[in-house]
């Protein structure tokens, strides 16, 4: 299996999108493909990126300005999810007192 996808090929994988609508999710930079001498590439992560906008589009009605902040908030949502596992990866490395503090500031509640 490739990681990088044509517009032919990602129309083909992602059978709800259309040329145009993939057009108009790349002019409002909601995904960037890659430019090659070849033309632009997909990776497979935005197949999942277009196959998910095609779901909210229809499912929820949202336009390209919707799409693009739902999407932001998503990526947000992932990264924070990133950063908190690696503090938890941080924490888990340090001593069992330290653990016990953080452990006992973060479950006591004002």
Do not use: K, N
């Amino acid at each position: 299996m490739t990681d990088r996808y044509s517009e032919d090929e990602v129309l083909a994988a992602v059978t709800r999108l259309t040329r145009s609508r993939l057009v108009t999710y790349v002019e409002a930079e909601i995904v960037m493909p890659l430019h090659t001498p070849q033309g632009p590439v997909f990776q497979r992560a935005d197949l999942a990126r277009l196959t998910l906008m095609c779901e909210l589009a229809e499912g929820f009605d949202l336009d390209e300005d919707g799409l693009g902040i739902v999407l932001s908030l998503i990526d947000q949502l992932h990264q924070a999810r990133q950063d908190l596992h690696s503090v938890a990866q941080a924490v888990a490395q340090e001593p069992e007192a330290v653990r016990h503090r953080i452990g006992t500031r973060l479950f006591s509640f004002p």
